[in-house]
């Protein structure tokens, strides 16, 4: 019955925000230079990979400039635009097309880069028997993570020993 709800949700939300894409688009191309999607490897259920699905609102070769986190809206690394595509979280829609090609559901835990994954205990990779969500209960309690982590001398280390347990609990 899940399946079911989100891919109902999702394709209405697809044809009703056909428009807003198109405006999204237009302004992230006349605010930056590279394509309108990003794309990232996240894992899901059962530990497989697959291709996370955002509007790109930070500069074309962020990946390699600096780390997998965002920290703060001082990264040099987001676009004028895209810190107010994140900001409203206008960035993420495109996961609707995750959610409808069955690689994550509406509502489940944050899919997170094997990075991270590779760190967690046995007891935490349980969250991985669950398919992955666009939002969860720990998007809304870390709604400000990026100004968490920017306070921080280390925000890796305090991402990986304090925000991330936390999130998979």
């Not at 688009?25 to 497989?48: C, E, T, W």
């Not at 986190?69 to 979280?89: A, C, E, M, Q, W």
């Not at 899919?111 to 720990?138: F, M, N, S």
Request: with cysteine; proline share 5%; aromatic share 12%.
């Amino acid at each position: 019955m899940t399946r079911f709800f989100d891919v109902l949700f999702c394709l209405f939300g697809l044809i009703i925000l056909s428009p807003l894409f198109i405006v999204l688009a237009i302004m992230v191309k006349l605010h930056s230079h590279g394509p309108f999607i990003y794309k990232q490897k996240r894992v899901g259920k059962n530990g497989k990979e697959f291709y996370l699905y955002k509007i790109r609102s930070m500069s074309n070769d962020a990946d390699k400039r600096g780390l997998l986190l965002t920290v703060g809206h001082k990264d040099p690394r987001i676009t004028n635009f895209g810190y107010y595509l994140r900001r409203s979280k206008l960035d993420e829609l495109p996961q609707l097309w995750n959610v409808l090609k069955g690689e994550m559901s509406i509502v489940g835990p944050r899919p997170e880069v094997k990075k991270y994954v590779d760190l967690y205990t046995d007891e935490q990779k349980k969250i991985l028997r669950v398919r992955p969500g666009v939002t969860d209960v720990a998007s809304i309690e870390y709604k400000n993570e990026n100004a968490l982590l920017e306070k921080q001398c280390d925000p890796e280390r305090f991402y990986i020993e304090y925000i991330m347990p936390k999130k998979i609990e």
